[in-house]
């Protein structure tokens, strides 16, 4: 009858084993601490890079209406249509007959106000958006009074919209003002988080490199493999937050997609790479102090 040996207990092997072990660990917490920075700072950036784009959308959401008097001809209506659509301030025009006004009109009031005017009293008209960079108050004001020159033009109007273009030109200065004070902080945020993690990392390896000191390794050799592995985590963490970014940039955009936020491929490209040279650079630049300073300790500052 054959009897298994008993394995016996190796100290040395649970030592290796608890080490690997707490070395996956730090580096969990080091990429996931990484990712969670960077993916923050992306959500910023992303706004930071893409403010005016943003902004123009809702610029470009106000109606300048140009209504023509009674005695103007469609055919007229129409050339000056197309007269509009090529100037570089439009961005869309849009003809409405009296005829479909009246129709809007009607459901709006749940009632046909024609048979109790007795006639359509409303106007043939054009509904005219600018490109987000002119609309402003000066810009409007300056197209207002050439379009009104026009024999066939009754009226232009915006006057609904005059405050709410004040308002949003106003308020689009501000934010510009406090987004780029919030990044600057958030940067510096982020530099000392990362830099925190990879220093907590390394310390727990402060024993082995004074031990290679000891042997005689020089300090390029040393830190090597710590620049090299802070670089890979730096990478992984850059790639999980623009993973968990673009991602929630795609669900946002299938709820509005008006905003358009996948539309602009540069915008994208230039996002991905200030993530991955903000997380490989931060990294690399906080593991290299970090070797210094742990290289420059001697044997009775170790264990503090």
Do not use: C
């Amino acid at each position: 009858m054959l009897i298994n040996p008993v394995k016996k207990y190796n100290l040395t092997d649970y030592f290796e084993k608890y080490q690997k072990s707490r070395l996956i660990k730090t580096n969990i917490s080091v990429v996931m601490s990484i990712s969670i920075v960077l993916f923050l700072l992306g959500i910023l950036g992303y706004f930071v890079l893409n403010s005016n784009n943003i902004t123009n959308h809702f610029k470009e959401k106000i109606v300048l209406t140009v209504f023509f008097k009674k005695d103007a001809k469609l055919s007229e209506i129409k050339t000056y249509e197309k007269k509009l659509k090529l100037k570089k301030e439009v961005k869309s025009v849009k003809f409405v007959s009296k005829k479909d006004a009246a129709s809007s009109l009607k459901k709006e009031l749940g009632e046909d106000f024609i048979k109790f005017l007795g006639n359509n009293p409303l106007q043939d008209n054009l509904e005219i958006t600018l490109k987000g960079q002119y609309v402003t108050q000066k810009t409007i004001d300056s197209l207002k009074t050439v379009w009104e020159k026009n024999p066939n033009i009754a009226d232009v109007s915006y006057e609904y919209f005059r405050p709410l273009v004040k308002v949003l030109n106003q308020n689009v200065k501000k934010l510009s003002m406090w987004i780029g004070i919030i990044s600057i902080i958030f940067v510096l945020l982020i530099y000392l988080l990362i830099n925190s993690a990879i220093r907590l990392s390394i310390y727990s390896k402060r024993f082995s490199i004074y031990t290679m000191q000891m042997v005689g390794a020089t300090r390029s050799f040393i830190r090597k493999p710590f620049l090299w592995r802070s670089f890979l985590l730096g990478l992984t963490g850059a790639s999980i937050a623009l993973a968990g970014l673009f991602l929630l940039l795609y669900f946002i955009n299938l709820y509005f997609p008006d905003l358009q936020l996948l539309h602009d491929k540069k915008l994208l490209a230039i996002l991905a790479l200030i993530i991955y040279a903000t997380g490989t650079g931060i990294t690399f630049i906080s593991t290299l102090f970090a070797t210094n300073h742990f290289l420059r300790m001697k044997n009775d500052q170790l264990h503090y």
